[in-house]
């Protein structure tokens, strides 16, 4: 079936420090990949994407890698800062235009 | 700007009511979808529609139904609200990829 899984549910790191946010997915034939950022009490945004035809992608502080055999991909935010506590989620397309998210990362940043 | 507009940011409705919410998008995006968002189950898939008049069943239909009269237009229907409904609803649309949400609509069924 179409699963996405999301690792790990809540994430502290110490300010200026990296954070890993990791994601399996269950179809192969899932071709976007994107993630997003819910701060509280606020819609999701759309931070980053990624396409199967590329192995990595950054922009700034953030950057998503992809492993297409393996079926995951993770977020990577360098030099954290407090802006970036927030609720993150991955997602995989099944079909088309269809988004199935991952459960959900709540980051917090440490100052 | 993609403005992706709901009607309501909280309801509070009684069981076996009959609930409407209403989802606009002003940039003639032809997919539109409803989500419902749970603490610990992220945001899981109710219902969307690629085209007016057009509709197909996500993950958790059970309960729901939905109206796309209008491109602009796409309405979420709980046909008898139960306090199992009670959630964070969300909109999105989408030409191709990457959704745009709405703000959400906090429904608390009593």
């Known amino acids: 079936g179409e699963n996405v899984e999301q690792h790990p549910s809540t994430l502290s790191v110490q300010e200026g420090d990296s954070a890993v946010i990791k994601c399996t997915y269950s179809?192969?034939?899932?071709?976007?990949f994107p993630w997003y950022k819910q701060e509280l009490g606020k819609r999701p945004q759309l931070i980053i994407d990624i396409r199967s035809n590329v192995g990595e992608k950054k922009d700034q502080r953030i950057a998503v890698t992809l492993n297409k055999t393996a079926k995951h991909f993770s977020l990577h935010i360098t030099e954290t800062q407090p802006e970036d506590s927030a609720v993150y989620f991955c997602?995989?397309?099944?079909?088309?235009?269809?988004?199935?998210f991952g459960t959900g990362t709540r980051l917090t940043i440490i100052p | 700007d993609v403005k992706v507009t709901q009607s309501s940011r909280y309801l509070v409705k009684r069981t076996g009511e009959k609930v409407f919410l209403e989802c606009v998008q002003d940039?003639?995006?032809?997919?539109m979808f409803w989500y419902r968002q749970d603490p610990g189950l992220g945001l899981r898939l109710i219902y969307f529609s690629y085209d007016v008049k057009m509709k197909e069943k996500g993950d958790i239909p059970e309960g729901y139904s939905v109206s796309r009269e209008k491109k602009e237009r796409f309405s979420l229907i709980l046909e008898s609200a139960s306090t199992n409904q009670t959630s964070m609803y969300l909109c999105?649309?989408?030409?191709?990829?990457?959704?745009?949400f709405g703000s959400g609509t906090r429904l608390t069924v009593v």
């Open positions: 940039m003639d995006h032809e997919n």
């Open positions: 999105a649309s989408a030409r191709v990829r990457g959704y745009t």
């Open positions: 997602a995989a397309n099944f079909g088309n235009e269809k988004l199935t």
């Open positions: 179809d192969s034939a899932s071709n976007y």
